[in-house]
């Protein structure tokens, strides 16, 4: 089984404020402060540890790419949401995960919350199987695209564009702040499952490139999965 997943989050303020010594300083200048000493990139966008989790949606998928369950959590209690996780998680034993930059922020951004919350992670995510780079079993988009940066990484959106894969219409990344701030709590997880709906995509292309899935096979779950994010992209999470 694999577990095909996103992660959506907000800064931790709170966290920020004790770090730059700014306990009375207004959110958006906080984060104009952090991002200037504490980003490592030109965006401004924050290392994992600087963030903590809002949203997050999972896809079982099995070893031939059928979906199998979805398995999603919204909300404020953090330490909630990682404990369903790591519940989820437990499901199964020799699983393998798949995801977009997830070596670089999601698995980093777990591993720092559940330290904060006194947390143990299932103990597959630190089996060989998993933390190895190079792993069959923990499958990162961008390495695989990149030859392991030899090359440049691709944004999700672009192998979208690329593909044919009509997603990212709620938003991008950076709105999440603003959904936030307006309780748009359902919102933020349908964005979410639009990018994992978007990641099975695109790994499903990759693998029927490598020969991994035959063409017939191959077109049935594509079709079915575009289906499905069409069906996700039309649903208005506020009628919910």
């Not at 924050?46 to 989790?53: E, G």
């Not at 593909?163 to 701030?181: D, H, S, T, W």
């Not at 979410?192 to 490139?209: F, G, I, K, Q, S």
């Amino acid at each position: 089984m694999f577990f095909v997943f996103d992660v959506e989050t907000i800064p931790d303020f709170d966290f920020l404020r004790t770090v730059l010594k700014q306990p009375d300083l207004e959110e958006d200048a906080l984060l104009e402060v952090a991002s200037e000493e504490l980003a490592r990139n030109k965006s401004g966008f924050l290392p994992p540890m600087f963030h903590r989790v809002l949203s997050w949606v999972g896809l079982w998928i099995s070893n031939t790419g059928d979906p199998k369950e979805k398995v999603e959590w919204t909300g404020l209690d953090e330490k909630e949401g990682l404990e369903k996780l790591f519940s989820t998680l437990s499901k199964y034993k020799d699983y393998g995960l798949i995801h977009h930059n997830g070596r670089g922020f999601d698995l980093p951004l777990i591993n720092y919350r559940s330290l904060k919350h006194g947390l143990q992670q299932p103990r597959r995510m630190s089996h060989y199987d998993i933390k190895y780079r190079y792993s069959q079993h923990n499958v990162d988009l961008v390495d695989e695209f990149s030859n392991y940066g030899a090359s440049s990484w691709p944004k999700l959106n672009h192998l979208g564009l690329l593909l044919g894969i009509p997603f990212k219409q709620a938003g991008e990344g950076n709105q999440v702040l603003e959904m936030y701030r307006k309780g748009e709590l359902a919102k933020i997880e349908n964005y979410c499952y639009e990018d994992v709906m978007a990641t099975y995509l695109v790994w499903l292309c990759l693998r029927h490139n490598m020969a991994e899935i035959d063409t017939i096979k191959f077109n049935q779950l594509r079709d079915r999965a575009l289906s499905k994010l069409l069906e996700i992209q039309s649903t208005d999470p506020k009628t919910d």
